[in-house]
């Protein structure tokens, strides 16, 4: 098989593997849960309700506007999930372009890519196959990454600033389905190359701010900063003791349940960056 057939063969395998996964989900017509309330405020959008004045919710408006333009005459969900499995899809085989770039084998990356998809299925039933917000920011974020894994290869500044940018700017997206996206960019980052660190940086940083922007001004300035993010002081209540815990809990499972990509980031040849601590970044 050719190396685009072979491509093609796996992503053919990759949605597959997602709509299988989340089959359940795709026969079901009914909002679970949190989708009743995301399917309402999208009709009352698209019934003329403006966001953030008429429409309030505390999570950036891309998920809303995504309801809005997918559920024109009905309640049927299924059109929703079924772009959402898409997107999962879509980021199982980003996960295994990152696990690539690691020189990871063949079966490694593909392994990484399945368990990237498989892991969306494992939550509760109601958080693992509704179309939340969670879900829809999971390829932009993946994709932010492998763009700035991909810039350390590139050689010329103009190329690499691009490339930075673009990739800060992918992170602004999957920030603005929510909000804990925002710290993918941190990872950004951490895997510049250090003579390059301080001007991509501002690169990504420009392309976050650009995305953002762009977003705020579409969804009306003072609601959107207000709603989305300077109203969610409440979730540290439970203690960022509590925070942390979660954190380092769901960090371990994950390395251990996505063992391609990080063996492939710490035991493969010619990994992305000699530092430890970045290699786990990066996973």
């Given amino acids: 098989m050719t190396r685009f057939g072979r491509r093609y063969a796996e992503a053919a395998c990759a949605f597959?593997?997602?709509?299988?996964?989340?089959?359940?989900?795709?026969?079901?017509?009914?909002?679970?849960?949190?989708?009743?309330?995301?399917?309402?405020?999208?009709?009352?959008?698209?019934?003329?309700?403006?966001?953030?004045?008429?429409?309030?919710?505390?999570?950036?408006p891309l998920v809303l506007w995504a309801y809005e333009w997918l559920l024109p005459h009905s309640w049927n969900m299924q059109p929703v999930r079924l772009v959402v499995v898409c997107l999962i899809a879509l980021n199982g085989i980003a996960v295994g372009a990152i696990a690539r770039s690691f020189n990871a084998s063949h079966t490694a990356a593909r392994s990484a890519g399945a368990l990237a998809i498989i892991g969306?299925?494992?939550?509760?039933?109601?958080?693992?196959?509704?179309?939340?917000?969670?879900?829809?920011?999971?390829?932009?974020?993946?994709l932010g990454v492998l763009v700035a894994i991909r810039s350390n290869h590139t050689v010329s500044t103009s190329g690499y600033l691009f490339q930075l940018i673009a990739s800060g700017a992918l992170v602004g997206i999957a920030t603005n389905c929510k909000q804990p996206y925002v710290f993918t960019f941190v990872v950004l980052v951490w895997i510049l190359p250090p003579s390059r660190r301080l001007l991509g940086t501002i690169s990504s940083g420009?392309?976050?701010?650009?995305?953002?922007?762009?977003?705020?001004?579409?969804?009306?300035?003072?609601?959107y900063w207000r709603w989305a993010w300077f109203e969610?002081?409440?979730?540290?209540?439970?203690?960022?003791?509590?925070?942390?815990?979660l954190a380092a809990r769901q960090l371990v499972i994950f390395i251990i349940v996505q063992w391609p990509l990080t063996t492939a980031a710490f035991f493969r040849r010619r990994p992305i960056g000699n530092d430890p601590l970045t290699r786990i970044a990066v996973v």
């Fill in 16 to 60: 597959g593997l997602a709509i299988l996964v989340h089959l359940p989900a795709l026969l079901r017509t009914r909002p679970l849960d949190d989708e009743t309330y995301l399917a309402s405020m999208g009709r009352m959008l698209r019934a003329g309700d403006v966001l953030y004045r008429d429409v309030i919710d505390r999570k950036p």
């Fill in 232 to 245: 969610n002081g409440d979730y540290l209540r439970i203690g960022i003791g509590t925070l942390v815990g």
């Fill in 206 to 223: 420009v392309g976050l701010a650009i995305s953002t922007v762009i977003i705020a001004g579409i969804a009306g300035w003072h609601g």
């Fill in 120 to 142: 969306t299925a494992l939550a509760g039933y109601s958080d693992a196959h509704a179309a939340n917000f969670e879900l829809w920011g999971l390829l932009p974020a993946t």
